[in-house]
């Protein structure tokens, strides 16, 4: 209970940030500022800015000096959700329990959304330079990490071979690539995003990046069963998602059980990686163990 507490905490702090950064819907054109907060403030865990601050917090550094990158991998996740559930993608009516964006403003101004969202989060992240005293060499850096989880090495990667892969027998090593870079990469780049920011060494970078590969394993596993087992209730969205769209899942080649066990040792291994630093990261350390036991 203090774990959601906290992460609750969190995620309204990140809220209330998106808030101030996000234009009115009544600034012109209103009808895709409305659509741009529809789906920011359409609930979610805001697990990749908590996850970001954490591995600032980590390593000596404070939520708010990393905030505005905190939000930025939040427009960078919603814009993939919002092309994601388009009808020429997975073709998704709900999302977190809400119809989804093109559902509710149609399919033009929803990739408009999805856009500018992407967009905006840049423009975030190019203001991190010189505040708090972060250099710019360190943003740079960053905003070259993202942009390599976001375009074709890692997010829209993953969901190419994704979509090229539906109706098709695949094999273990091309599903972990789907799985590494549409979900995978951005939680790395969360990670090593608050880190850099926060002036980690090489090794305190090494063992969170370790940390953050094995963490988003169990997250897309986790979440590959909860469209099997889950219930739409909880997750938000129609279970048997990805059975319908012929997607590879990880409960469909090895099946449940060894699914579950996989979750298991992905999370035992991101634990492992936050040893070095001993209490600082027992936020990261719990929420491991959260999305794992999540049933949404």
Excluded at 67 to 76: D, K, N, T, V
Excluded at 107 to 126: N, V, Y
Excluded at 139 to 163: E, K, M, N
Excluded at 213 to 230: C, P, R, S
Aim: glycine share 8%; proline share 3%.
């Amino acid at each position: 209970m203090e774990f959601l507490n906290e992460l609750k905490k969190i995620a309204g702090q990140v809220d209330a940030a998106l808030n101030r950064y996000l234009l009115p819907e009544s600034s012109c054109p209103e009808i895709i500022h409305r659509a741009m907060r529809y789906s920011i403030f359409a609930g979610g865990k805001r697990l990749r800015p908590a996850m970001l601050i954490a591995a600032a917090e980590a390593v000596g550094g404070s939520a708010d000096k990393v905030m505005p990158a905190a939000c930025a991998l939040e427009l960078i996740h919603t814009y993939s959700l919002i092309h994601d559930d388009l009808p020429s993608m997975d073709d998704d009516d709900y999302r977190r329990g809400k119809p989804t964006n093109h559902k509710v403003f149609g399919e033009a101004m929803a990739i408009l959304a999805g856009d500018a969202l992407l967009t905006m989060s840049f423009q975030l992240l190019a203001g991190l330079s010189g505040r708090n005293g972060i250099a710019p060499a360190d943003v740079v850096r960053v905003i070259a990490d993202i942009s390599a989880a976001a375009g074709t090495t890692g997010l829209i990667g993953g969901q190419v071979v994704d979509i090229v892969s539906a109706n098709q027998e695949i094999d273990a090593g091309t599903l972990e690539y789907i799985h590494t870079k549409k979900t995978g990469a951005l939680f790395r780049a969360a990670i090593r995003s608050g880190a850099v920011l926060s002036g980690a060494d090489d090794e305190e970078l090494k063992s969170l990046t370790n940390y953050a590969e094995h963490f988003g394993l169990a997250f897309q596993i986790t979440d590959d069963i909860l469209d099997v087992a889950g219930d739409m209730q909880k997750t938000g969205k129609p279970v048997g998602s990805d059975e319908k769209n012929n997607k590879a899942t990880y409960p469909a080649l090895y099946g449940l059980e060894e699914a579950y066990r996989l979750a298991g040792y992905s999370a035992e291994q991101a634990l492992y990686a936050l040893e070095p630093f001993g209490e600082k990261a027992n936020f990261l350390k719990e929420l491991v163990k959260f999305v794992v036991n999540r049933d949404h």
